[in-house]
């Protein structure tokens, strides 16, 4: 079983940029794709990025552009850095694991963190 614990959100001012990071622990993730997605609230779990074992990326149409997904399987860490933060990217940030099925659909992930809270003002 693989835990995943998010870092990195926190409270910054439109235009600017953070970058999250995402710990797993337990067993190797290294052969799985790994997605971020972002839920803000009132609002359904929205896909914003994904990446394969072999750092292919896959990004969502509401932040493309704007964020680079990354992994280091050694560390088994991923990484979303995100720039040009908007109000509207307030959210909580969640990295999870793919089991199967489409990248961009929540039920295709197994295994989820408990979030991080990005903020952006304006």
């Known amino acids: 079983q693989v835990q995943l614990v998010e870092s990195g959100g926190g409270l910054v001012q439109a235009g600017g940029s953070l970058r999250l990071s995402c710990a797993a622990s337990?067993?190797?993730?290294?052969?799985?794709?790994m997605g971020w997605f972002r839920q803000a609230p009132g609002r359904e779990r929205e896909f914003v990025a994904a990446i394969s074992r072999m750092s292919d990326t896959f990004y969502g149409d509401s932040m493309k552009g704007r964020v680079i997904i990354a992994r280091d399987n050694a560390k088994n860490m991923v990484y979303l850095q995100m720039n040009s933060l908007k109000p509207e990217d307030t959210a909580v940030y969640y990295c999870?694991?793919?089991?199967?099925?489409?990248?961009?659909?929540?039920?295709?992930?197994?295994?989820w963190g408990q979030g991080t809270l990005v903020t952006v003002s304006s």
């Open positions: 999870a694991l793919h089991r199967d099925g489409n990248l961009k659909w929540a039920r295709s992930y197994e295994t």
């Open positions: 337990g067993r190797t993730f290294s052969d799985s794709f």
